[in-house]
T-cell receptor
């Protein structure tokens, strides 16, 4: 069965340190992967998707099909990056997404 | 700018009551979704709809029903609320398989 795993429920790093939020998926076909973010008191929103291959707010994520991973990275964390981050997988042409459990990122000053 | 609105931010109901949660989107999106968001469990899909009057069960449809009589509106119904349905409920909409846009959420407490 298709699944998305975010192994860290909570990740705490100091401001200016590198950040890596892990996401692993299980799917044998060609996946489409997303990172969504929810800042405090704001609605959940798309951060980036792998097909765009772009950097948003300094974050990047590379799809590694060999390791079935889509880790989210930022070289220098900022306090405003503190939020809940969800990794999601679309399988085939489905409208539905399969979601990870989420990682709460806390950036310490 | 896509706007997804939900009828209530906070709702408190008693066990056994019938509860209606409403969601409205203004971007003429085909797809609409209802999720539960619980700590440590992420988002779990309750139901989604891909057209007016069309619906499909998600991962956890038990205890819930939905209604989509108009394209812009998607309602979630708890026929007889129970305490284990206390949760944050998120509505989302999308244009086919494009980005999902979320509402602000409804925090439901069932006493």
């Amino acid at each position: 069965a298709q699944r998305v795993t975010q192994p860290e429920k909570l990740l705490s790093v100091f401001k200016g340190a590198p950040v890596e939020l892990k996401c692993n998926y299980s799917y044998s076909g060609s996946p489409e992967l997303f990172w969504y973010v929810q800042y405090s008191r704001q609605r959940l929103q798309l951060l980036l998707r792998h097909i765009s291959r772009e950097s948003i707010k300094g974050f990047t994520a590379d799809l590694n099909k060999g390791e079935t991973s889509f880790h989210l990275k930022k070289p220098f964390a900022q306090e405003e990056d503190s939020a809940m981050y969800y990794c999601a997988l679309r399988v085939g042409s489905n409208y539905q997404l399969i979601w990870g459990a989420g990682t709460k990122l806390i950036i310490k000053p | 700018d896509v706007k997804v609105t939900q009828s209530s931010r906070y709702l408190v109901k008693r066990t056994g009551e019938k509860v209606f949660l409403e969601c409205v989107q203004d971007m003429d999106h085909e797809n609409m979704f209802w999720y539960r968001q619980d700590p440590g469990l992420g988002l779990r899909l309750i139901y989604f709809s891909y057209d007016v009057k069309m619906k499909e069960k998600g991962d956890i449809p038990e205890g819930y029903s939905v209604s989509r009589e108009k394209k812009e509106r998607f309602s979630l119904i708890l026929e007889s609320a129970s305490t284990n349905q206390t949760s944050m409920y998120l509505c989302a909409s999308s244009f086919f398989s494009d980005t999902q846009y979320f509402g602000p959420g409804t925090r439901l407490t069932v006493l």
